[in-house]
């Protein structure tokens, strides 16, 4: 068959044929910066839970219940878990503690069911329970732990004497020592072995002497250096090789957007001076909102993802296409103006599984949603479904405080599975790739069959793939249902049309029509799996027409 209006040079008509076209998996991840005509082919426009690694795109984790039931009947959110690393190597110290709006709970170990409350909060509203925490050794070889509550000032643990406010703290306001107000702390960090806190809407901050947990706390004044004002949000250390060595300067960080730096070791002496002070944007109402990570320190903002680094070297951080977020900043920027005033929002990041993570406060009438950076490949894609309001890295573990009293741990192949054992809910996923012309961008394209290249690890999944043609970002496949095939059958013991068949690492193609015409295309693929499912990449073929 010829399209007989199709003629070449000489007026002879010619016959379409069918190309192969090889789609790799977007290991470049989510790109909503360059435009949609000229974006790279590893790119995407989304893909929310096949997140973007070194061999194409892999079916986040699942996540599992640690513990329940925290708060008891009232089952209390937790907005932060809190870990402990003891100065043992067997670990037997190590504690992992659940901080919801009206306490303190342990959580160390697994299956936790409705804790008793360690400490009990003075004051419960929307701010308690958002906090910070860090770890600190004395000058007596103690380990400490003090975590600054929004609402409820600050606390100690110690493995021998548990939680506790700090005592001895002391300070002068001109009229003579009197107690610190340890109530109204509200943050807490460690800076070349002195303990900093800021107080509660307050522009100062004091330390005290090195190597100390208690004593008379000494005053720094950063509101004059703050030109647009507001109360501290946050002081964090961050490691700069300044040329004449490895150093640690203290970065500031304002409400209003302002950060100042300061290099030297003792507030008191010559060496003690401001490297300088820029403008990041405004901050969301949280106090997690700055990450050491390989030697950066990233701050979120409005301007979405900062590095440190690139403000000494004068880069417009709000103009930017190469800072750390770039790639997803219409899309963070957008939640973090929209959601300025939660306190859930943090900047995280999992060694163990290679992922840096923005938590975003929890959704009223939308899935939940985390932004997820591959830490390899530098690429982005969305956690969604993931009741995460907050997290962190411990013991090789990634907890997730969440709502309901429930702690979870990111890992396994189904989302809430329970401390009893109940396989939770397969894991849907999908995904846009970048648009393709192929080599003609102006001739039509009808794409007939699209084969999908997987590599699954203990199991199968249930996806369906197509073309979208002509830049239509907001198309939507619908996902096949899905069963379960996948399990721990035994042959001569398992009951025949009960028992499941277990499943190793298996290669496999899918095959799967299409329809439609355009002169670009790109894949979408939408399913859910209960296995760590790999999209390798697509093979399509497709043929080609006129000119239009």
């Not at 009293?405 to 109940?422: E, F, M, P, Q």
């Not at 080599?439 to 199991?459: A, L």
């Not at 035994?490 to 499943?503: A, F, M, N, R």
Request: aromatic share 12%.
């Amino acid at each position: 068959m010829v399209y007989r209006s199709n003629l070449g040079v000489l007026g002879a008509s010619f016959q379409p044929t069918v190309q192969p076209f090889p789609f790799p998996a977007s290991v470049g991840g989510i790109n909503a910066i360059d435009g949609l005509m000229g974006m790279n082919i590893t790119d995407c426009i989304y893909t929310f839970n096949l997140m973007p690694v070194e061999y194409g795109l892999q079916l986040r984790q699942g996540y599992y219940e640690w513990a329940v039931n925290i708060g008891g009947a009232s089952a209390e959110d937790v907005r932060t878990v809190v870990p402990y690393s003891g100065l043992t190597s067997s670990a037997s110290s190590d504690k992992v503690f659940a901080v919801s709006t009206s306490g303190i709970y342990d959580v160390t170990t697994f299956g936790t069911d409705n804790p008793t409350k360690l400490v009990t909060f003075g004051t419960i509203n929307d701010e308690s329970g958002y906090g910070v925490s860090t770890n600190f050794n004395n000058d007596a070889s103690e380990h400490y732990l003090f975590y600054a509550d929004r609402a409820n000032g600050i606390y100690q643990y110690t493995v021998s004497g548990g939680w506790a406010v700090p005592t001895g703290w002391q300070y002068d306001l001109g009229s003579g020592l009197v107690s610190f107000p340890v109530a109204d702390v509200r943050f807490i960090m460690v800076h070349k072995q002195r303990v900093w806190v800021f107080l509660k809407d307050s522009e100062d901050a004091w330390y005290l002497p090195v190597a100390s947990i208690s004593g008379t706390l000494v005053k720094f004044t950063f509101g004059s250096k703050l030109v647009k004002g507001g109360a501290l949000a946050g002081m964090f250390n961050w490691t700069v090789d300044g040329g004449i060595g490895v150093d640690d300067h203290l970065v500031v960080v304002s409400r209003a957007g302002d950060v100042a730096v300061w290099k030297g070791s003792d507030p008191t002496a010559a060496d003690w001076d401001m490297v300088g002070i820029w403008f990041i944007g405004e901050l969301p109402a949280s106090y997690k909102l700055g990450l050491n990570s390989g030697g950066a320190l990233y701050l979120l903002s409005s301007f979405g993802i900062v590095d440190c680094a690139d403000l000494l070297q004068g880069v417009d951080v709000g103009g930017s296409n190469s800072g750390p977020s770039s790639r997803i900043n219409r899309f963070l920027r957008a939640d973090i103006k929209a959601g300025i005033a939660s306190h859930e929002w943090a900047i995280e990041t999992h060694p163990a599984d290679g992922f840096l993570q923005v938590i975003t406060p929890e959704p009223v009438n939308t899935p939940y949603l985390q932004y997820t950076q591959d830490l390899t490949t530098k690429a982005w894609g969305f956690w969604e479904d993931v009741p995460a309001l907050c997290g962190v890295s411990a013991g090789g573990e990634y907890y997730m405080g969440s709502v309901d009293g429930k702690v979870y741990v990111y890992g396994g192949i189904a989302d809430g599975t329970t401390v009893s054992g109940t396989i939770g809910t397969e894991i849907n996923f999908r995904t846009l790739t970048a648009f393709t012309g192929t080599d003609t961008q102006g001739t039509n394209k009808k794409v007939g069959m699209v084969k999908t290249h997987e590599i699954s690890v203990g199991g199968d999944g249930a996806f369906n793939a197509t073309a979208v043609y002509d830049y239509n970002i907001e198309a939507r496949i619908n996902a096949p249902i899905f069963v379960d095939d996948a399990g721990s059958g035994v042959w001569d013991s398992s009951v025949w049309s009960v028992g499941t068949w277990s499943y190793g690492t298996e290669a496999k193609s899918t095959l799967r029509g299409s329809t439609g015409m355009g002169n670009v295309f790109a894949i979408a693929l939408a399913g859910s799996a209960r296995n760590r499912l790999n999209i390798v990449g697509w093979d399509v073929m497709f043929q080609r027409g006129g000119l239009l």
